[in-house]
T-cell receptor, first 112, second 114 residues
Framework: GQQVMQIPQYQHVQEGEDFTTYCNSSTTLSNIQWYKQRPGGHPVFLIQLVKSGEVKKQKRLTFQFGEAKKNSSLHITATQTTDVGTYFCAGRTTDSWGKLQFGAGTQVVVTP | DAGVIQSPRHEVTEMGQEVTLRCKPISGHDYLFWYRQTMMRGLELLIY????????DSGMPEDRFSAKMPNASFSTLKIQPSEPRDSAVYFC????????????FGDGTRLSIL
């Protein structure tokens, strides 16, 4: 079964509002990556977190890796229409033979 | 720099036909991945190679699917015979330094089996 879970599956956001999407693993992750896929496009790497409790920012996007390295979050402030797309997290679990486990993604729709 | 290049971008064919998808990874990348994406199942890893050698093919659906990497700059994913349930977007991705490193995806092949 899927080891990396993402919630919510869908997110409707009013332009200008903030929202957060979450990524949870049943096992400890050695790293967590976030990707963004625009409608009709391909996943594009955004960022990687490696350290426990690590926080990284990219403009209006804030990424966090949990203290126990079992969860992560992506917070977007002042959502814009350009934020539309599906956000995937991917992590290397201890029993995944070194490969990344992708979550199912959070599909974000922004209403002007 | 050239990214991962996939061809064709779109493929429409009839059930039972052989389908071949192609991928050229980023030069210097020693890991290559094939993914399948559908609404129902999301992004699934089918197989990945390291230095042209298949490492993990546990995601390959069944014997109708096969993948090869004859050299560092070319890989194919073949479906024979194709079935309607194979309709999906197939992505190729590459990276270097380990299968857990950030991956660069191609534009994908949108496959429709009628």
């Amino acid at each position: 079964g899927q080891q990396v879970m993402q919630i919510p599956q869908y997110q409707h956001v009013q332009e200008g509002e903030d929202f957060t999407t979450y990524c949870n693993s049943s096992t400890t992750l050695s790293n967590i990556q976030w990707y963004k896929q625009r409608p009709g496009g391909h996943p594009v790497f955004l960022i990687q977190l490696v350290k426990s409790g690590e926080v990284k920012k990219q403009k209006r996007l804030t990424f966090q890796f949990g203290e126990a390295k079992k969860n992560s979050s992506l917070h977007i402030t002042a959502t814009q229409t350009t934020d539309v797309g599906t956000y995937f997290c991917a992590g290397r679990t201890t029993d995944s033979w070194g490969k990344l486990q992708f979550g199912a993604g959070t599909q974000v729709v922004v209403t002007p | 720099d050239a990214g991962v290049i996939q061809s064709p971008r779109h493929e429409v064919t009839e059930m039972g036909q052989e389908v071949t998808l192609r991928c050229k990874p980023i030069s210097g990348h020693d890991y290559l991945f094939w993914y399948r994406q559908t609404m129902m199942r999301g992004l699934e890893l089918l197989i990945y190679f390291n230095n042209n050698v298949p490492i993990d093919d546990s995601g390959m659906p069944e014997d109708r699917f096969s993948a090869k990497m004859p050299n560092a700059s070319f890989s194919t994913l073949k479906i024979q015979p194709s079935e309607p349930r194979d309709s999906a977007v197939y992505f190729c991705a590459s990276t270097t330094g380990g299968p857990h490193q950030p991956q660069h995806f191609g534009d994908g092949t949108r496959l429709s089996i009628l």
